[in-house]
């Protein structure tokens, strides 16, 4: 399975910080070909090449590589820049005209408020941690900013909330380029989930439930149940509680509702087995749960923006590629 992207870069300067940059490098620089998964060009690059500080005092970085490395991405990645500091003008020159030649963006946290400086959040939906969405708005109003969210795709920019988010956003266009299957292998080797339900409005002014309150053993057998029918009151009696405090509960724990948590995973579970079988749409629908195709259709194409037998089309395997050939 071959996307189109292939060479990737991420632009620091001085400033940045270390845990979202090395969130990138964990995403795009590791190579996990043994395990199939596509290897990057990669490439860290900064204006003026040498030593870069960092956030934390004492830490700095050896970048070799100048801005012109940028020309040849496919993607460049921002990760956390100093929202108070002036991005450098050879930064603001070198991503416009990256977006104009038709790279990809992605910024990971207060990384947005640099394509902000470039003009490129205008007009376009976007996102950044919690606590700096109001200033993002404020300095760049053309901007649509979403909150509640862990990362925006709006086409060729790609912004992310806090850190771990921004792991979410690199996941989501991995499983974009080559499939859910390569997708969910990074992110085993990241021990991380494939894919989170909700958004960070879960994280905003909330505080974290004790250990022994959370609902986590019955997320998991929730997920090895997603086949069957199971209403809310029934869920609400196996963690003990009135079916209004757990609504309350889980809407707090995992920033959505038992209905959608459910659907998402089913979605989750279809792609696989859109991608690795050669079962029919309709017996995929049954085994996920869903009461025939044109829901497991409706949901699919409402979550993933394309349908159960285009999304086969383009990322199925040669083995279960050539099953549905001589199935069919």
Same mark, same amino acid.
């Given at each position: 399975?071959?996307? &189109?992207?292939?060479?990737?870069?991420?632009?620091?300067?001085?400033?940045?910080?270390?845990?979202?940059?090395?969130?990138?490098?964990?995403?795009?620089?590791?190579?996990?070909?043994?395990?199939?998964?596509?290897? $990057?060009?990669?490439?860290? /690059?900064?204006?003026?090449? *040498?030593?870069?500080?960092?956030?934390?005092?004492?830490?700095?970085?050896?970048?070799?590589?100048?801005?012109?490395?940028?020309?040849?991405?496919?993607?460049? /990645?921002?990760?956390? &820049?100093? !929202?108070?500091?002036?991005?450098?003008?050879?930064?603001?020159?070198?991503?416009?005209?990256? =977006?104009? %030649?038709?790279?990809?963006?992605?910024?990971?946290?207060?990384?947005?408020?640099?394509?902000?400086?470039?003009?490129?959040?205008?007009?376009? %939906?976007?996102?950044?941690?919690?606590?700096?969405?109001?200033?993002?708005?404020?300095?760049?109003?053309?901007?649509?900013?979403? /909150?509640?969210?862990? =990362?925006?795709?709006?086409?060729?920019?790609?912004?992310?909330?806090?850190?771990?988010?921004?792991?979410?956003?690199?996941?989501?266009?991995?499983?974009?380029?080559?499939?859910?299957?390569?997708?969910?292998?990074?992110? !085993?080797? &990241?021990?991380?989930?494939?894919?989170?339900?909700?958004?960070?409005?879960?994280?905003?002014?909330?505080?974290?439930?004790?250990?022994?309150? #959370?609902?986590?053993?019955?997320?998991?057998?929730?997920?090895?149940?997603?086949?069957?029918?199971? *209403?809310?009151? #029934?869920?609400?009696? !196996?963690?003990? &509680?009135?079916?209004?405090?757990?609504?309350?509960? $889980?809407?707090?724990?995992?920033?959505?509702?038992?209905?959608?948590?459910?659907?998402?995973?089913?979605?989750?579970?279809?792609? +696989?087995?859109?991608?690795?079988?050669?079962?029919?749409?309709?017996?995929?629908?049954? +085994?996920?749960?869903?009461?025939?195709? #044109?829901?497991?259709?409706?949901?699919?194409?409402?979550?993933?923006?394309?349908?159960?037998?285009? =999304?086969?089309?383009?990322?199925?395997?040669?083995?279960?590629?050539?099953?549905?050939?001589?199935?069919?």
């Amino acid at each position: 399975m071959v996307g &189109m992207l292939k060479n990737v870069a991420v632009l620091v300067y001085p400033g940045v910080a270390p845990f979202e940059l090395g969130v990138l490098c964990e995403a795009w620089g590791i190579d996990r070909a043994d395990q199939g998964v596509p290897n $990057f060009d990669f490439a860290i /690059c900064t204006p003026d090449p *040498g030593e870069v500080a960092t956030s934390l005092p004492g830490f700095g970085l050896q970048v070799t590589e100048g801005l012109d490395r940028l020309d040849a991405a496919d993607l460049i /990645c921002l990760p956390a &820049m100093p !929202r108070d500091a002036p991005v450098p003008p050879e930064v603001i020159a070198a991503l416009r005209s990256a =977006y104009d %030649r038709g790279a990809r963006l992605l910024s990971v946290c207060v990384g947005a408020f640099v394509l902000g400086e470039a003009g490129l959040l205008d007009g376009r %939906r976007c996102t950044t941690h919690w606590r700096y969405v109001e200033e993002l708005e404020q300095r760049f109003p053309l901007a649509l900013v979403d /909150c509640a969210v862990l =990362y925006v795709d709006d086409g060729q920019v790609i912004t992310s909330a806090g850190s771990a988010a921004g792991v979410d956003a690199c996941l989501h266009l991995i499983r974009q380029e080559f499939g859910s299957g390569v997708a969910a292998t990074v992110a !085993r080797r &990241m021990v991380v989930p494939p894919h989170r339900d909700g958004g960070q409005a879960q994280f905003i002014e909330t505080p974290v439930p004790a250990p022994a309150e #959370t609902l986590q053993p019955l997320l998991e057998w929730m997920a090895s149940h997603v086949h069957e029918d199971v *209403g809310v009151e #029934t869920l609400a009696a !196996r963690a003990l &509680m009135s079916p209004r405090t757990f609504a309350r509960r $889980f809407k707090a724990e995992t920033g959505t509702t038992p209905y959608h948590w459910v659907t998402n995973q089913r979605v989750l579970i279809a792609e +696989r087995l859109l991608e690795e079988s050669h079962e029919t749409v309709e017996r995929i629908a049954s +085994r996920v749960g869903f009461s025939n195709a #044109t829901a497991l259709r409706h949901h699919f194409t409402r979550l993933r923006g394309t349908t159960p037998q285009q =999304y086969r089309r383009t990322f199925c395997s040669p083995q279960a590629r050539e099953q549905v050939s001589q199935s069919g």
